[in-house]
């Protein structure tokens, strides 16, 4: 059993691309290439950029849902980005638009302190990577701000943006290096200098050995966990064991409700009912 999981864990990893989180993270702590694709999205340039954590974990209160940001970057401007990917189709259309709004809700808790006047919130950027259509509209990009419904023109100044990019849409209209590393995301051969980076620290990743061995520890223990909760019967032995792989941040909970099948919000009831019975 231990050796066909190693060998299991060892083909997937060989097999993993950027769409998956584990790579996709280690791919955006590169400086130059996160700014470099900030800028492409928005059309802008940006002096500098630096990472304040490595996975920003936001808990307002001992009672609230807790956040973690895949990529959580800030310019030298103070301007914050949160960018995500983003594999899993929800089944209810809500799911991404109203995370994008407690994600916005929770930076915005974290950065304001007790006293301060709401002009000191920061400008923010979230952006989500779908590998599939969040609208249904078949475009590559989706941009939503604030605006006023009596004339669209009147933006209402809040400083927030959600994107969400869809590596399935039309091409057109978006920055050429966007389209073909959103070609890249599919599955594609990378075109041009911007996605050939990109495919090269992807590769440098896998061929990290620490990044390897971190990877399949956490594939094995995941795959022990869930032979344990098969044997046992019972499906609460899967949810103790991916419980417990959340809070060792051995896995997040955004991947832990994919591996089962729920809403974060549905997952960590589960979790909470287990630590009660």
């Known amino acids: 059993m231990e050796e066909m999981t190693r060998r299991e864990a060892d083909k997937i990893w060989e097999n993993l691309t950027i769409a998956d989180n584990f790579i996709f993270q280690k791919v955006m702590r590169k400086k130059r290439l996160c700014k470099r694709f900030i800028e492409k999205v928005l059309h802008i340039k940006i002096r500098k950029i630096m990472f304040p954590e490595t996975e ?21 401007k103070g301007v914050l980005y949160d960018i995500e990917m983003q594999t899993t189709n929800y089944a209810d259309p809500a799911e991404l638009p109203k995370r994008t709004r407690y ?14 006047f709401y002009t000191k919130l920061r400008k923010t950027y979230i952006i989500f990577i779908c590998t599939f259509d969040p609208f249904d509209r078949n475009l590559s990009q989706y941009t939503f701000r604030e605006t006023c419904t009596e004339d669209a023109t009147l933006e209402m100044g809040d400083e927030t943006t959600k994107i969400f990019l869809n590596s399935k849409g039309r ?4 920055d050429r290096d966007l389209a073909a590393l959103l070609d890249y ?4 051969a990378p075109k041009g200098k911007f996605t050939e980076t990109f495919a090269s620290a992807v590769e440098t990743a896998k ?11 956490y594939y094995m223990e995941l795959r022990r966990s869930e032979e344990r909760g098969r044997e046992e019967g019972r499906e609460e032995g899967r949810l103790e064991a991916l419980k417990s792989l959340v809070a060792a941040n051995l896995l997040s909970l ?14 960590k ?3 909470q009912k287990l630590a009660t019975n």
């Open 185 to 188: 995301i599919e599955g594609k």
């Open 171 to 174: 091409r057109e209209g978006i």
């Open 103 to 116: 994600y916005q809700a929770m930076m915005d808790m974290d950065v304001l302190n007790r006293g301060e």
């Open 269 to 271: 009831e589960r979790f």
């Open 56 to 76: 920003k974990d936001i808990r307002v209160r001992r009672d609230s849902k807790s956040v973690r940001l895949d990529v959580y970057v800030e310019d030298d």
């Open 207 to 217: 061929e990290n050995k620490e990044m390897k061995v971190e990877y399949m520890t």
């Open 254 to 267: 955004k991947d832990a409700a994919a591996a089962v099948g729920m809403s974060e919000d549905h997952l």
